[in-house]
C-alpha cells in the first residue's frame, strides 16, 4: 500500500512564522482548548476533503491525563493511501508534504515533556520533535532541536522527556519553535494507529543550557557529500555512539567507536535528504542536523 507522509522531505526546512508575541512556553500545552472538535487552538492540522472522504489529523478526546481534554492522532486509511494523524506549531503544506514554520519563541529550556498513550497497528513508530531556531540575515539557522520515538504499545498515560540538544556554534536566543506531533513516523504505518498527546511542557535547567549540550565533537562538512567527519580535542579512549536517523526517526545508521580526533563515515548509500546525526559518549549526547547532497 502506498504512504504518503507530510515530514518525509522537508522537516524542519520550511520556514513560516506566526504574527504572536514571542514567548518562552508552549501555547495551549494541555489541549484544553478547541475551535471545534478537529481544531486545537494555537495548533495546525489537516482538515481535508479527499474524494468525499474527511482527513481530520487530530481530534478532541476525553480521555485525558489531566483536564477535560487531550489531543488524539490517529492514522487513516484514504483509497489506497495512508494518512497518518499530524499536527504541529507551524505549517503543513499538503502540496509539498512539508512541516515546517513555528511560534515566536525565545527560551532555551533544557527538555520537552508531556504524556502519551501510543497503541500502535503493525510494525508502526509515533513521533514527538521539537525544532528551536533563529534567522540570521535572512538565512534560518538551527540552534537545538530533538526527537522522541516509540515503536511499542503504551496503555496508560506515561510521561517522556526529550532532550533538547544545542548546536554549540550558535550562543544566541531562538526566534521560533515548532513542536511535531505524528502517529505514524514510518513506512510501516498501519490504519487505525492511535497516538493521545496531552500536558506539554518545557523545562529550564537552572543554569541555562545543561552540562550534556556543551559537548567538545564537530560534525563536519554540512552539507555533505560522500563523507561526514566528526571530530573531536579529546584524545581519550572513551567510547563513542553515533547514531543517525532520517526525518520520521527511522535509525539508519549505528556505529560504535574508540574516541579518536577523527571519525570518517562513507555517505555513498545514503539517500540526498536532511538527516539527524547523534553522538554519545561518557554520558555525554548532542544531535545537529545534516544534509547529505550528491550534487557536486
Given amino acids: 500500500m502506498k504512504k504518503i507522509y507530510f515530514i518525509l522531505f522537508a522537516l524542519f526546512v520550511v520556514i513560516t512564522i506566526n504574527k504572536i508575541n514571542a514567548q518562552t512556553t508552549i501555547p495551549n500545552p494541555g489541549f484544553e482548548t478547541w475551535t471545534d472538535a478537529n481544531t486545537a487552538t494555537s495548533w495546525t492540522s489537516v482538515n481535508q476533503n479527499v474524494i468525499l472522504t474527511t482527513i481530520h489529523s487530530i481530534a478532541r478526546s476525553t480521555d485525558s491525563h489531566s483536564?477535560?481534554?487531550?489531543?488524539?492522532?490517529?492514522?487513516?486509511?484514504?483509497?489506497?493511501?495512508?494518512?497518518?494523524?499530524?499536527?504541529?506549531?507551524?505549517?503543513?503544506?499538503?502540496?509539498?508534504?512539508?512541516?515546517?514554520?513555528?511560534?515566536?519563541?525565545?527560551?532555551?529550556?533544557?527538555?520537552?515533556k508531556g504524556y502519551f498513550k501510543y497503541t500502535p497497528v503493525g510494525a508502526d513508530s509515533m513521533l514527538i520533535a521539537i525544532?528551536?531556531?533563529?534567522?540570521?540575515?535572512?538565512?534560518?539557522?538551527?540552534?537545538?532541536?530533538?526527537?522522541?520515538?516509540?515503536?511499542?504499545?503504551?496503555?496508560?498515560?506515561?510521561?517522556?522527556?526529550?532532550?533538547?540538544?544545542?548546536?554549540?556554534?550558535?550562543?544566541?536566543?531562538?526566534?521560533?519553535m515548532n513542536i511535531i506531533l505524528l502517529s505514524s513516523a514510518t513506512s510501516a504505518g498501519g490504519n487505525g494507529t492511535t497516538l493521545l498527546i496531552d500536558d506539554l511542557s518545557l523545562v529550564y535547567n537552572p543554569v541555562g543550557i545543561s552540562e550534556n549540550h556543551a559537548v567538545n565533537y564537530r560534525i563536519y562538512p554540512n552539507p555533505a557529500s560522500d563523507y561526514l567527519t566528526i571530530s573531536t580535542n579529546d584524545t581519550k579512549n572513551i567510547p563513542v555512539n553515533v547514531k543517525i536517523f532520517n526525518l520520521t526517526g527511522q535509525e539508519i545508521y549505528n556505529d560504535n567507536y574508540l574516541n579518536v580526533s577523527n571519525h570518517n563515515i562513507n555517505l555513498s548509500t545514503f539517500k540526498e535528504g536532511m538527516y539527524f546525526v547523534k553522538i554519545s559518549s561518557n554520558n555525554i549526547n548532542k544531535t545537529e542536523k545534516v544534509l547529505i547532497s550528491h550534487t557536486k
Avoid at 76 to 102: E, S
Wanted: with cysteine.
Fill in 67 to 112: 483536564g477535560t481534554y487531550a489531543a488524539e492522532l490517529k492514522t487513516q486509511a484514504v483509497l489506497t493511501l495512508t494518512v497518518p494523524g499530524i499536527c504541529d506549531l507551524g505549517t503543513i503544506d499538503l502540496t509539498t508534504q512539508a512541516v515546517g514554520g513555528g511560534t515566536p519563541f525565545t527560551g532555551r529550556p533544557d527538555t520537552l
Fill in 131 to 176: 525544532m528551536l531556531s533563529k534567522s540570521n540575515g535572512g538565512v534560518r539557522d538551527t540552534i537545538a532541536g530533538g526527537i522522541f520515538t516509540c515503536n511499542t504499545t503504551v496503555g496508560s498515560y506515561t510521561e517522556f522527556a526529550l532532550p533538547i540538544y544545542y548546536n554549540a556554534a550558535y550562543t544566541e536566543n531562538p526566534d521560533t
